[in-house]
């Protein structure tokens, strides 16, 4: 789900420092955004084709490599990203999560 999340990891922790030991609370805070985008990823399928049902019948699915950070900079040609708020016609077939795990106070470098 979108937004800025903050999750207890563990309530208290001993650890140990320099200084002696001491109780901690160890938390983690996530923002987490959406991006959807389209375009053309090679796809090899084997199965069967019923011709008739006009159905596949799948016993492995094999995508080419896929690069997140090249396709949401929009550097990968014919990769584009799709608006939250547009109403798309285009059915999702392959849908393909990333994480990524960025240092606190992380910004992207100016190019």
């Known amino acids: 789900m979108p937004g800025d999340h903050s999750l207890v990891l563990a ?3 001993l650890l140990q420092s320099g200084q002696g030991r001491f109780h901690a609370k160890i938390s983690i805070v ?3 955004r959406r991006r959807d985008c389209l375009g053309p990823l090679p796809i090899k399928i084997v199965g069967f084709r019923d011709e008739q049902e006009g ?4 016993q492995e699915i ?5 690069d997140p950070a090249l396709i949401t900079s929009g550097e990968l040609p014919g ?6 708020h547009k109403d798309s016609q285009v059915e999702c077939f392959l849908r ?3 994480i ?4 606190e106070g992380w910004e992207k470098p100016n190019d």
């Open 96 to 98: 393909f999560d990333v």
């Open 11 to 13: 309530e208290d922790v």
């Open 55 to 58: 159905t596949i019948s799948t």
């Open 79 to 84: 990769w584009e990203e799709i608006p939250a």
């Open 62 to 66: 094999t995508t080419g490599a896929i």
């Open 100 to 103: 990524e795990y960025l240092p």
């Open 30 to 32: 996530l923002q987490v």
